[in-house]
């Protein structure tokens, strides 16, 4: 049983179904086309950008204000140009919604938000509900590249450190540190040392954990199961945790999660990117570390060993190939550069130029 087919699986599909209910029937159709090649997490994503989109179309837009959502038909939604895709766009820059709180996207929010739409159009064209497919007219924001944070080796082996001794901690968090130690020097161990997800550790069952084959099952996005493995220091990190998880009389036995919080409950999301706040924030004061940046390094870690980005994506679960060449360029281009400082030419080489 994995993450998203218990509880959590059960309320994303609840929310989503509540968020759905708002969107015009054909939707319905929409959603359980892709639902073999999407994670439950995604399809409330999509849920709520048409969503959005919608309620514009309906309240603001001029071609189709006063239509309403529940009986906005296909026939519709052939009517919607590039330009009411592209007026959306430009509306959610900033708005107020019916209760009047302010709402800002930037355009790395627009371009997700674009890219929904286009999936809905281009699913209902390939189905032939659709003469044509005109979220395809429409130019993705441009988005500009911010600088890559990385770790470098020194920064790395001290948060390990202080997350292992509780060093540079406060005397309120050293006291949870005795409690939390094992744990969270797993987790950190884990990020590193794997290059996995957040999602994918917050989803880790006990048994998708095979210590002494030093393997473990992670749930992908869009669903897909994946063996991963792991380096003998961080299985040692992982058993240590694990005996002491075991042990634990709070811990209820039919608690499957892997990570636990001290309530005995799975560790979530936000709480494993404060966990590794806390200890990036003493080890590296100055860079914002977010566990995405430990994966990172593990990405880095693996590149600087193979000099194979093909290998670094599979590991890493990236689709396009272009995904690890943007967080791996530097390396490339380090190699490049030492590789052509390093030709020789010999004597006779130069009396042949």
């Given at each position: 049983m994995d993450y998203f087919s218990s509880r959590n699986y059960d309320a994303l599909v609840k929310l989503r179904e509540i968020v759905q209910s708002q969107l015009p029937s054909f939707c319905n159709e929409y959603f359980i086309g892709i639902s073999n090649n999407t994670s439950p997490l995604t399809r409330l994503g999509y849920a709520r950008d048409l969503s959005l989109f919608f309620n514009y179309l309906t309240t603001v837009n001029f071609n189709f204000k006063g239509f309403e959502i529940d009986k906005f038909l296909m026939k519709d939604l052939a009517l919607v140009s590039p330009s009411d895709i592209e007026q959306f766009l430009e509306y959610i820059s900033y708005y107020k919604d019916e209760n009047g709180k302010v709402h800002t996207n930037n355009d790395k929010a627009k371009a997700r938000k674009l890219s929904t739409i286009r999936s809905m159009f281009k699913y209902f064209y390939n189905k032939e509900d659709l003469e044509y497919d005109v979220s395809a007219k429409v130019s993705r924001p441009?988005?500009?590249?911010?600088?890559?944070?990385?770790?470098?080796?020194?920064?790395?082996?001290?948060?390990?450190?202080?997350?292992?001794?509780?060093?540079?901690l406060s005397k309120h968090q050293q006291d949870f540190h005795k409690i939390t130690q094992l744990r969270d020097t797993a987790m950190i161990t884990?990020?590193?040392?794997?290059?996995?997800?957040?999602?994918?550790?917050?989803?880790l069952n006990i048994e998708d954990v095979?210590?002494?084959?030093?393997?473990?099952?992670?749930?992908?996005?869009?669903?897909?199961?994946?063996?991963?493995?792991?380096?003998?220091?961080?299985?040692?990190?992982?058993?240590?945790?694990?005996?002491?998880?075991?042990?634990?009389?709070?811990?209820?036995?039919?608690?499957?999660?892997?990570?636990?919080?001290?309530?005995?409950k799975r560790m979530g999301v936000r709480a494993t990117q404060k966990l590794v706040k806390k200890y990036s924030s003493i080890a590296t004061p100055l860079k914002k570390i977010t566990p995405h940046k430990l994966r990172s390094k593990f990405g880095n870690n693996l590149y600087n060993q193979t000099k194979e980005i093909y290998v670094v994506a599979e590991v890493l679960g990236h689709k396009v190939i272009n995904t690890t060449k943007k967080h791996y360029a530097a390396q490339s281009e380090q190699i490049r550069e030492d590789a052509l400082k390093n030709v020789v030419l010999s004597p006779d080489d130069l009396k042949n130029t």
């Open positions: 441009k988005l500009h590249e911010k600088e890559i944070i990385r770790l470098d080796l020194h920064e790395t082996e001290r948060m390990l450190t202080y997350v292992d001794s509780g060093t540079g884990l990020f590193l040392g794997t290059g996995i997800r957040i999602s994918e550790c917050v989803g095979n210590i002494p084959n030093r393997e473990f099952t992670v749930t992908r996005k869009g669903g897909n199961r994946v063996i991963l493995y792991m380096s003998e220091d961080v299985a040692i990190a992982l058993d240590r945790y694990l005996i002491e998880r075991n042990n634990n009389p709070k811990i209820d036995k039919k608690e499957r999660a892997f990570f636990v919080s001290l309530q005995g």
